[in-house]
């Protein structure tokens, strides 16, 4: 488990359980080699489980004694609640970790998720809500006027935009991270292409011509 006796400091305590008998443990909690002392002991705290696996003792969370961190900063007390913890005939595994704090974090990135949520992640595991982006939608899509490339505006045929959230409403869903495939027309754009190539080669054909009249114009005057 790892705790935070200051904000930018991280201690980790380790759990050893011992067997001491029928569905009876003992465990013990040590910080770095130091073990933590229960009532001034290191005796250990027992453990007990009924016939189905579920903890009967100790029924309150177990409370240390003041120890000093090995990250440094002031004398602390612990709290271990073992409710919930349960006996099964497995190997040992985790199965799920809370923790109530977290050490310092400096931002890792930003991201949007389907629900147009816009979050800051940050090192230290922690995410936090920003805001969340708005859509909009009108009645015909179709007559909205195109302002740039990829900007249009709204026009009286078109109607007002009508402002909503992602998946709600009809408003559609947002995908972060994909980059848009090309929409535009490739026939269109084919047919602009070859247009500005026949522009070229007639500027330049009267260019050709324009060198060759005043080539003939120089030679009478010789």
Do not use: M
């Amino acid at each position: 488990l790892s705790v935070c006796p200051l904000a930018s400091l991280i201690d980790t305590v380790t759990n050893y359980y011992v067997h001491s008998g029928n569905n009876e443990w003992t465990v013990h909690s040590f910080v770095g080699d130091q073990e933590l002392k229960v009532g001034g002991s290191t005796t250990g705290t027992p453990v007990k489980f009924d016939a189905s696996g579920n903890i009967t003792a100790p029924a309150a969370p177990i409370t240390y004694d003041a120890f000093n961190p090995i990250s440094g900063g002031v004398a602390q007390t612990l709290k271990l609640d073992l409710a919930g913890t349960t006996q099964q005939s497995s190997p040992f595994s985790v199965n799920a970790r809370v923790a109530d704090g977290a050490s310092v974090g400096e931002l890792a990135g930003v991201s949007i998720d389907k629900q147009g949520i816009v979050s800051a992640n940050y090192s230290n595991g922690d995410t936090v809500a920003l805001g969340k982006v708005a859509l909009a939608n009108f009645s015909n899509p179709t007559g909205l006027r195109q302002t740039g490339n990829s900007y249009w505006s709204a026009t009286g045929i078109s109607g007002g935009a009508a402002l909503g959230a992602a998946n709600e409403n009809g408003f559609g869903s947002l995908s972060a991270g994909i980059l848009e495939g090309s929409n535009v027309d490739i026939t269109e754009e084919l047919v602009d292409l070859i247009a500005a190539q026949r522009n070229f080669q007639a500027n330049a054909k009267a260019l050709d011509i324009n060198g060759q009249i005043s080539q003939t114009i120089f030679n009478i005057r010789n």
